[in-house]
């Protein structure tokens, strides 16, 4: 009976399961769908970070603000010191209503109160929106990298299994050792996807409700800050 000689180290180089390994033996195809995803992975988990300190940062900066606000200081003593420093999104949008307010009451015997407060709202409205534009940042690609991700991972799958059967026909072998490799790899790329996804959904969801909260938390001072505005400048 007549035995085939196995070659050994290609053997052993089927056999290895590592991460590098699986990577390095991967089709050209799964190699770029892998590269696209663990970059995709660590830009996700760098805008992560990179929201956590700052919207930590900002809600400190807020209560910060409201303190100073609310302490009885005047608002021109408020106005020259946050307008020295560099600004929070809350101080942004005390500092934009207050040139408004500044530029208003300069000209002031030119129109009525109605007119200035009016546009006093106006913006505060546009400087909450621009602040929250900038909040909203790179938001886009975390939910862009959980909604396609894994479907990315799973066409990398889909392209790795049609080469283990490709791999069958070919050998006509339906051995472990011929299957094993093509489907690891596969299954390393949804694993990729599904790594990439997870945690930028997560981090999205989590994101979009501190984005809301904070936006509310503007609109309350904005609201709150023109009834002051207007009751300073009917008092004269």
């Not at 991460?19 to 769908?33: E, G, H, M, S, Y």
């Not at 307010?101 to 913006?123: C, H, P, S, W, Y």
Request: aromatic fraction near 12%; charge should be neutral.
């Amino acid at each position: 009976m007549e035995t085939v000689a196995l070659d050994t180290p290609a053997l052993a180089a089927a056999a290895d399961f590592s991460l590098w390994a699986l990577f390095i033996r991967a089709d050209i195809v799964v190699k770029l769908v892998m590269i696209g995803l663990i970059f995709s992975s660590v830009w996700s988990w760098a805008i992560i970070f990179e929201k956590t300190f700052l919207f930590r940062r900002i809600d400190k900066a807020a209560e910060d603000f409201e303190q100073q606000f609310w302490s009885g200081d005047s608002l021109q003593n408020l106005y020259r010191k946050v307008n020295s420093g560099r600004p929070d999104p809350m101080s942004g949008v005390f500092i934009a209503a207050m040139r408004e307010f500044a530029r208003g009451e300069t000209g002031k015997k030119n129109q009525n109160n109605d007119n200035l407060i009016r546009r006093v709202e106006r913006t505060l409205t546009s400087a909450v929106a621009r602040e929250m534009g900038l909040l909203e940042r790179r938001m886009l690609f975390l939910a862009t990298v959980g909604a396609v991700a894994p479907f990315i991972g799973l066409f990398g799958t889909v392209w790795g299994i049609m080469n283990s059967f490709q791999a069958i026909a070919m050998t006509r072998d339906t051995n472990l050792a011929v299957v094993a490799p093509g489907i690891a790899e596969a299954l390393f790329a949804t694993g990729l996807g599904l790594l990439a996804a997870i945690p930028a959904v997560i981090a999205y969801n989590k994101f979009s409700h501190d984005l809301t909260r904070f936006g509310a938390r503007l609109d309350l001072f904005a609201d709150d800050f023109a009834v002051l505005l207007a009751r300073q400048s009917d008092n004269g």
